[in-house]
């Protein structure tokens, strides 16, 4: 295990005293909350959580629970990303938007608490993908520890373990607007209906499921290795009828398995 990196990872935090944890719950997120709060003592932390239409209940619950474990300081802020144009008509740059809007409050906030960095929890894995969210980031001076520390997404989980987070084999997860195609409007009963089948998906036993909503159609994401048993019949006429109750026409099965990011294969 490279141990390097998380000596320098210790070192960055070390000489910004004091941050701002941009805190969704995940993987990363909470595993540099908890490097932080070790490295830095609880008082010189602070993590924010946004909460919208765009983030799932469940999420919000883990990441509350997550930092009560951590034992570091906490606030959920609310943010209307779905009240600007330039986010709710999705865009190929959305992302852009909304990160504007969050570190924007991030950084307000971090100026109240006398912080004056603000992190996130991107590592070097995410630059491999289409990020318009970056450009916000860099515009607004916000941080990536993990980047500059030279963390991929298997160091955190490696990590994680180590150090005792429940969190380090949890799904990847994202934003729910990422399951609508560019160019369809984001809607709050979309992002119900999708939050609703992958919750549901998630509790027949599938860990890591998408539900892409193109219109009245659910394309359905599994591991390849999970495509056989999604058809089987006990799941599958569960999973339709489940679907349609929430108001999908048509539901389907992406025979090329889960990947991150699919829906950016259009703009590739």
Not at 58 to 85: F, G, Y
Not at 153 to 159: A, C, G, I, P, Q
Request: glycine share 4%; charged share 30%; aromatic share 8%.
């Amino acid at each position: 295990m490279d141990k390097i990196k998380i000596k320098k990872l210790k070192e960055i935090l070390q000489k910004m005293s004091r941050v701002l944890v941009a805190y969704s719950g995940g993987v990363d997120s909470t595993f540099l909350l908890k490097v932080a709060v070790d490295t830095l003592g609880r008082d010189n932390v602070l993590a924010v959580t946004a909460k919208s239409e765009t983030y799932s209940l469940s999420e919000l619950k883990d990441a509350v629970k997550n930092v009560k474990k951590i034992s570091a300081r906490h606030i959920i802020i609310s943010t209307q990303e779905l009240k600007n144009p330039n986010f709710y008509k999705n865009p190929v740059n959305r992302c852009y938007y909304c990160k504007k809007e969050l570190f924007t409050r991030l950084k307000k906030i971090a100026q109240k608490e006398n912080i004056k960095f603000v992190i996130d929890a991107s590592n070097l894995d995410d630059l491999k993908d289409y990020r318009p969210g970056a450009k916000a980031k860099k515009e607004l001076n916000i941080r990536s520890p993990l980047q500059e520390a030279g963390f991929i997404k298997r160091d955190v989980r490696l990590f994680s373990k180590k150090i005792g987070l429940s969190t380090w084999d949890k799904p990847a997860m994202a934003c729910l607007a990422s399951r609508l195609p560019y160019g369809e409007k984001i809607a709050p009963e979309k992002l119900k209906r999708i939050e609703g089948a992958e919750e549901f998906l998630q509790k027949l036993g599938f860990k890591q499921a998408r539900v892409r909503c193109h219109g009245d159609i659910a394309r359905i994401e599994v591991p390849v290795n999970d495509i056989l048993a999604a058809t089987k019949s006990n799941f599958r006429i569960k999973i339709i009828k489940k679907l349609k109750s929430l108001g999908f026409l048509y539901v389907t099965l992406d025979l090329q398995g889960y990947r991150t990011g699919s829906l950016n294969e259009q703009i590739k």
